[in-house]
């Protein structure tokens, strides 16, 4: 998460964000402090597994 969603601020260094896990997604909250727009993006897809052997 680089930009806000909802404005297109950058959000580096700026944004308030947390990650947490939520069963087998990765959750992601972020805060844009230009809109206050708060966010919650699942990077479920995007987690990276080991190749099984
Ligand atoms: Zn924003």
Redesign the pocket.
């Known amino acids: 998460m680089r930009f ?1 969603p ?2 297109g ?1 950058e959000l580096a260094g700026a944004a308030f964000v947390q990650e947490y896990w939520a069963a087998q997604d990765r959750h992601v909250v972020c805060w ?1 402090p ?2 206050a ?1 708060m966010c919650t993006v699942v990077l479920g897809q995007l987690v990276g597994t080991e190749p099984e052997h």
């Open positions: 806000c909802g404005c601020t844009c230009g809109c727009l």
